[in-house]
């Protein structure tokens, strides 16, 4: 699939629910309740549109997140379901990782392939504050179990909040060098109900720079993709060598390298984080698959997509996926 811009779109995120146990300040209005409504896409369901998405417009990489895909009971079952899917090389997850101490290796012997745990601090306090939860050192023993279990590589992902964690990003630096693992720090964007207080709460990717100038002695540019991430490997000032990612899509955007299809719990379809929905899929999977019907709804939302993301994301984004 290549949309108007001729850009290739071979990333599929999939939001298997809205629910997440978490209640992040800066993704999670208050208004919104924790259940997911009714007629989500099944197991089946989804296996029969990725299968679709592989063999007839070049899909080869899935994203599971929603909410938290943790939240679903069968995800263990979706999770089979695509990673048994010939030409899907890259079988990834984004969570909170409140569930990975106890089920890491369960994901891992379905067939994950990865994980990304959103960690904002390490401080048990502000964790709690940020997240709605005071779970910090179950979601480190989750990291640990996770990179046991061959769910690497593993990434970590930072929201970066002006009146939050700046001051925290040196220690998660030392953190994930000591993991051996990636970090990426992400500009916060303005979604839904929540854009109101974004001015006050962003920080730009520049910023964060200098915050961790006082452990940094050297930068060198490792990568920039279709990841949305600019990565740098560092060297700290004792020596060790860490990854760092700044996900900046306020400050600098990477829509022209962007390949992403989004699909939500309730099939709608959308082809940019922060635009509309650009239909629905249900009618094309529900009572039975129709192929043609598929494919025009598909190409109609792909040929839709914004050449750049708007100023202001249009969902919530617990909902959409992240
Ligand atoms: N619940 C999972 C988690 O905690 O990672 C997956 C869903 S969450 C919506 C996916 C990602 O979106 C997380 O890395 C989260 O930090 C990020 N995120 C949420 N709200 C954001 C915002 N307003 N701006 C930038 N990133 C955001």
Redesign the pocket.
């Known amino acids: 699939m290549r949309d108007a811009q001729d850009r290739p779109i071979r990333y599929l995120r999939l939001?298997l629910t809205e629910a997440?146990q978490?209640r992040?300040v800066?993704?999670?209005p208050a208004v919104l309740g924790q259940s997911t409504p009714p007629g989500r896409i099944t197991p089946s369901e989804i296996e029969s549109l990725v299968r679709h998405l592989v063999s007839n417009h070049g899909l080869t990489k899935v994203r599971l997140?929603?909410?938290?895909?943790t939240a679903r009971p069968d995800l263990i079952n979706i999770i089979e379901r695509i990673a048994r899917i010939p030409g899907i090389n890259d079988l990834a997850m984004?969570?909170?990782?409140l569930s990975l101490a106890s089920h890491a290796k369960d994901y891992a012997n379905a067939g994950l392939g990865r994980v990304?745990?959103?960690l904002?601090s390490l401080d048990p306090k502000r964790f709690a504050s940020m997240t709605g939860v005071d779970a910090l050192q179950r979601v480190l023993a989750g990291i640990d179990a996770a990179i046991d279990a061959g769910l690497t590589p593993l990434k970590l992902?930072?929201?970066v909040l002006n009146s939050e964690n700046l001051a925290d990003l040196p220690a998660l630096v030392e953190y994930a060098a000591m993991r051996g693992v990636e970090i990426r720090f992400?500009?916060?964007?303005?979604?839904g109900p929540?854009a109101e207080h974004?001015a006050e709460r962003y920080v730009p990717a520049s910023r964060m720079r200098n915050t961790l100038a006082q452990i940094i002695t050297g930068w060198q540019t490792a990568t920039q993709g279709s990841d949305s991430a600019q990565t740098y490997d560092v060297t700290l000032r004792d020596g060790r060598h860490a990854r760092i990612g700044f996900?900046t899509?306020m400050s600098c955007n990477f829509c022209s390298a962007c390949n992403r299809l989004r699909i939500t719990s309730d099939g709608s379809l959308y082809p940019c984080l922060m635009d509309q929905p650009r239909g629905n899929l249900t009618e094309a999977i529900r009572p039975k698959f129709d192929t043609p019907l598929l494919d025009r709804l598909l190409s109609e939302a792909i040929q839709a997509k914004a050449p750049e993301h708007p100023v202001t994301?249009v969902a919530v984004?617990?909902q959409?996926?992240?």
Do not use: A, H, Q
């Not at 984004?94 to 990782?97: L, V």
């Not at 992400?186 to 979604?191: F, G, H, N, S, T």
């Open positions: 939001s997440c978490m992040c800066y993704c999670r997140t929603g909410g938290d895909p984004t969570t909170n990782g990304n745990v959103s904002d992902n930072t929201v992400i500009e916060l964007m303005p979604m929540l974004w996900i899509p994301g984004m617990t959409i996926g992240g």
